[in-house]
């Protein structure tokens, strides 16, 4: 199923920027995760961040977790065209991932060289 | 909207035998379809790619003869774990993108949860 938001849907910037998406979801979880799906390929895990972390950086990816406000944060750092993608966020709910992640709509991100 | 059918949603099994999982699109016609395996507090492994007619992609790692994928038709895909061993227990769940998957959200499917004994 799909649940939770992310935001913008969509979001062109220009190579060397920074690109920001947001995440909110509804219920408890034990962590996030982000994803990124290239055209017409399957999803790509990027980071999963855990519900007692605040804050996880791989490379040019940072992402927030505010648990209070039930919403993360994926900051792509000095863009280039290769991250050209969807990126989606998923939560695992509090109880065990028994019922599996429950994804977002994600953001359509373009980058512009 | 675009459903995706996932059988089983669970299974219990015992090692040596196989199981076969199948994900169906509903009310579209899924080109392509996507494996994910996914153990507890982890996060979704791509396993393999598998395109209507022709031989799936398996991702670096994933053993193809032991996960045979087939998709028959634009509406039918099946993973099947063969001589499946206590370590293949895991949840399994298939995605599926349409013809127009540019506009299309992810579409997937409940998941099975495979126990092996």
């Known amino acids: 199923s799909q649940q939770g938001e992310e935001d913008p849907q969509a979001l062109s910037i220009q190579e060397g920027e920074n690109a920001t998406m947001n995440c909110s979801y509804k219920?408890?979880?034990?962590?996030l995760q982000w994803y990124r799906q290239n055209s017409g390929r399957g999803l790509v895990h990027l980071i999963l961040i855990r519900s007692n972390e605040r804050e996880k950086h791989s490379g040019r990816l940072r992402v927030t977790l505010d648990t209070s406000k039930k919403s993360s944060s994926l900051l792509i750092t000095a863009s280039r065209a290769a991250d050209t993608a969807s990126y989606f966020c998923a939560t695992e709910p509090t109880g065990g991932g028994a019922d599996g992640l429950t994804f977002g709509k994600g953001t359509h991100l373009i980058i512009q060289p | 909207g675009a459903v995706v059918s996932q059988h089983p949603s669970w299974v219990i099994c015992k090692s040596g035998t196989s199981v076969k999982i199948e994900c169906r699109s509903l009310d579209f016609q899924a080109t392509t379809m996507f494996w994910y395996r996914q153990f507890p507090k982890q996060s979704l492994m791509l396993m393999a790619t598998s395109n209507e007619g022709s031989k799936a992609t398996y991702e670096q790692g994933v053993e193809k003869d032991k996960f045979l994928i087939n998709h028959a038709s634009l509406t039918l895909s099946t993973l099947t774990v063969t001589s499946a061993h206590p370590e293949d227990s895991s949840f399994y769940i298939c995605?599926?993108?349409?013809?127009?998957?540019?506009?299309?959200?992810?579409?997937f499917g409940n998941g099975t949860r495979l126990t092996v004994t």
């Open positions: 995605s599926a993108v349409s013809l127009d998957w540019y506009n299309s959200p992810l579409h």
């Open positions: 219920t408890s979880i034990n962590n």
